[in-house]
Nanobody, 126 residues
Framework: QVQLVESGGGLVQAGGSLRLSCAASGQRFSSYTMGWFRQAPGKEREFVARIRWTSARTSYTDSVKGRFTISRDSAKNTVYLQMNSLKPEDTAVYYC???????????????????WGQGTQVTVSS
């Protein structure tokens, strides 16, 4: 049984930083793609970033490039999202996701991911 548990959310002022963690268990994740998504009130859940577990190759949505960094620690089975220069529009519930996506699969597509965490709230005040 795969479990993903997010932590690290909170309230921060614009320009500040937060680091989200996603502790993964119940599987060997070497064949998985790990993603971070977010959902603001009244909006669709959207892709933020992803990392291929084995190769550590990453991808980001344009709005967070240069500000957010996704990484993973294989020894701890944990994925991180370092968020710097936060903006009020980054306010959302952030979700960790895991899926076995092929190299050609669109990794921004949330329906490709099989497992989800419960989410952690990030609020950025102006």
């Amino acid at each position: 049984q795969v479990q993903l548990v997010e932590s690290g959310g909170g309230l921060v002022q614009a320009g500040g930083s937060l680091r989200l963690s996603c502790a993964a268990s119940g599987q060997r994740f070497s064949s998985y793609t790990m993603g971070w998504f977010r959902q603001a009130p009244g909006k669709e859940r959207e892709f933020v970033a992803r990392i291929r577990w084995t190769s550590a190759r990453t991808s980001y949505t344009d709005s967070v490039k240069g500000r957010f960094t996704i990484s993973r620690d294989s020894a701890k089975n944990t994925v991180y999202l370092q968020m710097n220069s936060l903006k009020p529009e980054d306010t959302a519930v952030y979700y960790c996701a895991a899926g076995r996506l092929s190299e050609l699969a669109p990794t921004w597509d949330r329906y490709r991911y099989d497992y989800w965490g419960q989410g952690t709230q990030v609020t950025v005040s102006s």
